[in-house]
């Protein structure tokens, strides 16, 4: 089993806020600050250098996954991460979120958070994450050739030669 946890910067409408929501189905722990996040952990970062990937799940086994809910309207003002925890980005995926649906790489937190678990191997962690709303499954659907074709590569190169594909 994984630990999830989520750093809620507070700039969404906590009506749509999906790390919310996930905090009060206790799916995941909420984060009081940057330095509590866990040593180790792998936080999903947008901009980060390499792709998630199979390779990294004994990591996400051992220290856990975060996800950073911050504004997309502030995303480059992304926090600086201690360099104890891996930070990594998810591949190119569609929103299927009411806010963005459609978008591709606009995920909501929840969506970013399951695509992760999914792409590790963790499927059924994912789908758990969301059948707490409504559109859930439609994110599945219209990931589905991508999601399990990320997940069948075992290294972040793959991932992104992979994406490529669906980017071109």
């Known amino acids: 089993m994984v630990r999830l946890f989520v750093y809620d910067e507070k700039e969404c409408d906590p009506k749509k806020c999906t790390a919310k929501k996930m905090i009060r189905f206790k799916l995941v722990e909420r984060l009081p600050s940057l330095r509590s996040i866990p040593r180790g ?9 390499k792709a998630i990937s199979r390779e990294d799940a004994a990591r996400a086994v051992e220290n856990g996954i975060v996800v950073m809910d911050l504004s997309w309207k502030n995303i480059e003002s992304f926090p600086k991460m201690r360099e104890d925890v891996a930070q990594r980005a998810l591949p190119y995926l569609l929103a299927a979120n009411p806010v963005n649906w459609g978008k591709p790489m606009k995920l909501s937190s929840a969506e970013a958070m399951s695509a992760a678990l999914f792409i590790m191997g963790f499927r059924e962690e994912a789908r758990t994450i969301l059948s707490k709303f409504s559109w859930g499954e439609q994110f599945l659907l219209l990931n589905n050739e991508p999601l399990d074709r990320y997940s069948s590569a075992e290294t972040s190169e793959e991932v992104v030669k992979i994406q490529k594909e669906y980017v071109q």
């Open 41 to 49: 952990s792998i936080v999903l970062n947008p901009m980060a250098e």
